[in-house]
């Protein structure tokens, strides 16, 4: 049985430093969007979230765009801002857009970490496809379904190596 435990939780996404990321053996990257780059509410990510992407990009680590978000002209406004491939309605954490990501990339799921603020959509989708799950805290504790939503997702709320 699958279960939707992320490899390492980090604070936010700059915590997550590139060269570690190249350590675990990961070659490119699946970014969600909402709630991990920047709130749902907010059109752009804050500059140290930008230097950051870049940052992942110029240690030749690959980045793609993987989000659940229906709106295609958010989803796609932002990964050209970063020149990344990208998929809106994902429907994370159905397989599907998870494999159309990898083959974009051209990596093995093995080589692939998803970075992402919810436990049963971006990381059990990682954990489905056999991708590591980076887990940051949500940005979105603002919004009314927030704490419901993280009081289930407690349960898997730990690194699974440990
Ligand atoms: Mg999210």
Redesign the pocket.
């Known amino acids: 049985m699958t279960l939707p435990y992320p490899y390492k939780i980090y604070d936010n996404v700059t915590c997550i430093i590139p060269s570690d990321v190249l350590d675990m053996g990961v070659k490119g990257v699946l970014l969600?969007i909402?709630?991990?780059l920047m709130r749902t509410k907010d059109k752009s990510p804050a500059p140290e979230v930008m230097n950051w992407i870049n940052d992942l990009k110029n240690s030749g680590i690959a980045v793609y765009v993987l989000s659940n978000n229906k709106h295609p002209e958010r989803v796609k406004n932002f990964a050209e801002s970063i020149g990344a491939q990208w998929t809106y309605l994902a429907h994370k954490p159905a397989k599907s857009g998870f494999i159309k990501a990898a083959g974009s990339l051209k990596l093995k799921h093995s080589q692939i970490a998803v970075i992402?603020?919810?436990i049963y959509t971006?990381m059990f989708g990682a954990a489905r496809c056999g991708m590591r799950g980076l887990l940051v805290n949500s940005m979105d504790t603002y919004l009314w379904y927030y704490y419901p939503r993280h009081i289930l997702e407690l349960l898997f709320w730990r690194e699974k190596h440990r």
Request: net charge negative; aromatic share 0%.
């Open positions: 969600d909402d709630g991990t992402g603020d919810q971006d």
